[in-house]
């Protein structure tokens, strides 16, 4: 297991990438618009990424929004057999948001670990994808 991203929930991804990619020296590496988010990654020197998540229409990102307001909103780390990650946080008694992996962005599959569960941080598992 290793960081792959910090996602970042955001009304505006354009400017919020502007900021963080000339303080960071972080290029935009990939955007999406997926699930009723427009996703804007940002590559860090050394390896992972700044995801920035802005609602398109409606959704989690802007329930999030408008419940806690712009900010960190997901860990994510790679893992190479998503499944078994799954059941390995099933056996410590976390408790899962997705019992299943779905798809994500750029490709991956993912699956999250309710906050309850990890500390108060969304954890999410990704696995695949193109990059």
Same mark, same amino acid.
């Given at each position: 297991?290793?960081?792959?991203? /910090? ?8 400017? $919020? @990438? ?20 427009? *996703? ?20 989690? *990102? ?9 900010? /960190?909103?997901?860990?994510? $780390? @790679?893992?190479?057999?998503?499944? @078994? ?6 056996? $410590?008694? *976390? ?9 994500? @962005? ?15 941080? $969304? /954890? ?8």
């Amino acid at each position: 297991m290793r960081f792959d991203h /910090v996602g970042v929930a955001t009304r505006d991804a354009t400017d $919020l @990438a502007d900021l963080f990619g000339g303080l960071l020296d972080a290029p935009v590496a990939h955007e999406e618009t997926f699930d009723d988010m427009r *996703i804007v990654f940002l590559e860090l020197d050394g390896g992972g990424y700044f995801e920035l998540l802005e609602p398109d229409a409606g959704g989690t *990102i802007a329930e999030y929004l408008d419940r806690e307001g712009p900010g /960190v909103h997901h860990v994510a $780390l @790679a893992v190479d057999d998503l499944p @078994a990650a799954l059941d390995h946080a099933r056996d $410590l008694g *976390i408790d899962l948001v997705d019992e299943e992996p779905r798809p994500g @962005a750029w490709g991956h599959e993912v699956a999250f670990l309710h906050p309850e569960s990890t500390g108060g941080v $969304l /954890v999410e598992f990704v696995a695949g994808g193109e990059r």
